[in-house]
């Protein structure tokens, strides 16, 4: 064995062995054949050929790369304001109901709140109240574009929860409302204040200075509103919901039976006195003689009472009567306009010729101008055969400052 072995080592050292790669190229051939399987297998795993691959991966990232670097879409509306007291104010006047109806318009929003379908009231913010403002509304083809009206777009509308956006608007600037209100009921003198004025102590005064940023981004999308005062920053989203879009109550300003201008304070000391007796009517009578102006309660457990308003320029600063105008409303949704008359300088009364009392109210804010309430209020129905009282005064005169 020893023999036959030392034979062998013998005849293979003349032939000595030299392998298929050289040693100084085995890792390049090694990391080239290892480059080429992982290549292969991803590609087989994809269930796509070499070729094919290029061909996918190239446009995908050609769109993928423009998707990131277009812009987002710019919301529908966007508005900034210094202060939210006036919008706080605004919307607190028509607090009667759960939901709001908003339309953004290129001159402000829209709140409408109706209850009922026998009392409405609108408050408007306008774009003075903010100070920057922008709308991105879609915009309406002209007829000449031949497009039918069903597809013609309108503009931004939905329905919001009223409590949660006054909740809202008041965690910023209306801690000092609620202050001044405090110190109003155990202050004869404060009292006959506006509520709404600043003060000596007031955030306003005092230079905390904030802003309020309002958003809607899309149709269906929340109603943002971002609230910073003194570094701190408060984000609210609140839901939308989609509009039910109630008519208005319609009121026939060509068929004006009165219209009738005084000062809001005048009308809401008059419901204050009225209001003790508890009453479950109140009947506005205008007409061309004396008296001029009455409001009577009746319907309460204590009896009825009258308030009645002189034709004079220090009292109606505008009278005109073109025929006596009577009805009777509820007093509850009559008392609900308190609110409003607490905040507004003017109220303009107007009844048309099917009973409907249209109440205007003029709020002056400081710095934007007067904003607008509007109310309408439908009537009792009375009977056709209820005769007309037919004595009729003097005919009634416009008198403007």
Request: overall charge negative.
């Amino acid at each position: 064995m020893d023999s036959s072995l030392h034979e062998v080592w013998q005849a293979a050292a003349g032939s000595p062995f030299v392998p298929a790669v050289g040693k100084d190229s085995q890792f390049l051939v090694a990391f080239v054949l290892l480059v080429l399987g992982l290549g292969l297998g991803g590609a087989f795993t994809l269930n796509r050929s070499v070729v094919n691959l290029p061909l996918l991966a190239v446009p995908a990232s050609l769109a993928l790369a423009y998707t990131q670097g277009s812009a987002p879409a710019p919301p529908l509306f966007r508005a900034v304001a210094s202060s939210t007291r006036p919008l706080y104010q605004l919307l607190k006047a028509i607090n009667f109901t759960n939901k709001v109806h908003v339309d953004i318009t290129e001159n402000g929003l829209r709140f409408a709140a109706d209850h009922a379908r026998v009392m409405q009231g609108v408050a408007h913010w306008s774009k003075s109240l903010f100070t920057t403002y922008t709308t991105n509304l879609p915009s309406v083809p002209t007829p000449a574009e031949d497009v039918e009206d069903d597809d013609e777009p309108t503009p931004p509308t939905f329905q919001i929860s009223l409590p949660a956006l006054l909740e809202t608007l008041q965690i910023f600037g209306a801690a000092d409302a609620a202050a001044r209100q405090a110190k109003a009921d155990v202050d004869p003198y404060r009292s006959n204040l506006r509520n709404y004025r600043s003060d000596a102590f007031s955030n306003q005064t005092l230079g905390m200075s904030g802003t309020c940023s309002l958003a809607y981004a899309q149709e269906g999308e929340p109603f943002s509103i971002v609230l910073d005062e003194a570094g701190v920053s408060t984000t609210c989203n609140l839901t939308t919901y989609v509009p039910e879009a109630p008519e208005d109550i319609p009121f026939d300003i060509e068929d004006l039976s009165f219209k009738i201008i005084t000062s809001a304070r005048w009308l809401l000391d008059a419901l204050t006195e009225l209001a003790p007796t508890s009453p479950e009517k109140l009947t506005i009578a205008a007409s061309r003689g004396e008296p001029y102006l009455r409001l009577t309660s009746s319907g309460g457990p204590l009896g009825s009472s009258s308030v009645d308003f002189a034709k004079g320029r220090d009292l109606l600063e505008t009278f005109s009567v073109g025929k006596r105008w009577v009805q009777t409303f509820k007093f509850d949704i009559i008392k609900s306009a308190s609110e409003a008359m607490r905040i507004a300088s003017k109220v303009s009364l107007r009844g048309d010729g099917q009973g409907v009392l249209s109440m205007q109210l003029m709020v002056e804010v400081e710095g934007s101008g007067p904003s607008f309430l509007d109310f309408r209020f439908v009537p009792y129905a009375v009977c056709e055969d209820e005769g007309e009282d037919d004595e009729e005064g003097e005919e009634g005169g416009e008198m403007e400052e």
